[in-house]
């Protein structure tokens, strides 16, 4: 493999690797047999191929072929490039650079960060569906968390304490989860990742079926101030009653009506 020198001036593509790298991807060091590797093992070929081509948007040569491992012998996608220069600067980082790069272009941090660690699960009760980004450093989970501030987004966090049992991990696992119909569909279209967006159209038609008109929202408001729950308002407007709850967890209903909108 060609040793190509990176671009690794502050881009939305960097960003986007970094984002990558803190997740799923990794650098390697071996000086003694001068192998400086950045790579990302995947099972979607769409992710392995976005990893690829962000690799060769800042100058780098990488491949992608099929490996196959484990007693299953399950196939996975390797993406590889030999950067010494690369490998250097990501291993120096600091957590304040890291912020840096990943504060001047949060979008694409976020969408590398999310096709590595995050999920959307459909719900099995209620309808409609949950949005996870799971990592053990809790340092990159409050930055992540901050970014999606920033960007209009109310994520929560979870944190999960690991059995005394277990062997494979003792550090803590934490989750930023997003749980509003209305910010879901809003994370797809402005961080659009590639992977783990369900765009095979069920998905984005129940996400649609949350977004309700504005003369909707104001009804529901007004059955609250008549003293009714969310669940029996849910039942007489005909809509989710979850809907309805994460409507009355934002006092303005101003703001309820252009969330719905954007």
């Known amino acids: ?19 990558v790298l803190l997740g799923d991807g990794c650098c390697y060091a071996n000086p003694k047999r001068r192998e400086y590797r950045v790579q990302l093992i995947s099972k979607d070929e769409k992710f392995a191929k976005s990893f690829y081509k962000a690799l060769t948007e800042i100058g780098l040569n990488p491949h992608i ?50 096709e590595s660690e995050g999920s959307l699960i459909k719900r099995t009760w209620g309808g409609g569906y949950d949005l996870e980004i799971c990592n053990t450093e809790k340092w990159i989970v409050d930055m992540v968390v901050e970014l999606l501030q920033k960007l209009g987004f109310n994520p929560r966090i979870k944190k999960c304490i690991p059995s005394s049992k277990s062997i494979l991990q003792k550090k803590p696992t934490y ?27 069920n998905c984005i038609g129940a996400l649609k079926r949350f977004k309700h008109p ?25 809509i989710s009653p979850w809907t309805v709850r994460d409507w009355f967890r934002n006092k303005n209903i101003e703001e309820v009506i252009e969330d719905g909108r954007n």
Do not use: H
């Not at 993406?79 to 957590?95: D, P, Y």
């Not at 569909?185 to 159209?201: L, Q, T």
């Not at 504005?214 to 005909?238: N, Q, S, T």
């Open 175 to 201: 989750y930023i989860r997003l749980r509003r119909q209305d910010e879901i569909a809003k994370f797809m279209r402005i961080v659009s990742p590639c992977i783990k967006n369900n765009i095979d159209k």
């Open 214 to 238: 504005p003369e909707v929202i104001r009804k529901a408001f007004e059955f609250k101030k008549c003293g009714y729950g969310y669940k029996r308002i849910g039942k007489m407007l005909g």
């Open 1 to 19: 493999m060609s040793m190509k020198k990176p671009n690794l001036k502050p881009s939305p593509t960097l960003s986007y690797i970094l984002g």
């Open 65 to 114: 072929r099929y490996v196959t491992t484990g007693i299953n012998r399950n196939t996975y996608f390797l993406v590889r490039a030999q950067s010494k220069v690369l490998v250097g600067w990501f291993k120096q980082l600091t957590q304040n650079d890291i912020y840096e790069l990943a504060s001047k272009y949060p979008i694409d941090f976020i969408r590398g960060f999310y």
